[in-house]
């Protein structure tokens, strides 16, 4: 039986500090039935992307510094991979935006943003 998660099946990379993808962040993306690669920090992002990873959508630490967030952003939006900038649950955060937690709403955000019906949109 095919699952209905939208993100069943499908890798998501995660770019950010070790510490940015909590266990729960990362168990709640599982039960989804997403795979995860990473994370990685931006340096190794930037090796891996031009090495050739596969992935189907990105979510990226928005502390990264502004040069590797124009870069990342070319890359994957010439390659039509969608992303989000998000922050971890601990981190001081405007309001708004994507949080990278393990609360239910806060995974749903995400998987809506990345593989809803409107993909034309990056985030």
Known sequence: ???????????????????FLSDDARQALITCQASIAGPVVVASAMECLSEGLVFEAAIIDVRISDQAMLWLNEWLENRGIPFVFAHDQRSKAPPGGFTLSGRPADIDAMIAA??????????
């Open 1 to 19: 039986m095919k699952s209905l998660s939208p993100v069943a099946g499908k890798t998501i990379l995660i770019i950010g500090e070790p510490g």
């Open 114 to 123: 990345l593989f809803g019906p409107d993909l034309s949109y990056y985030h």
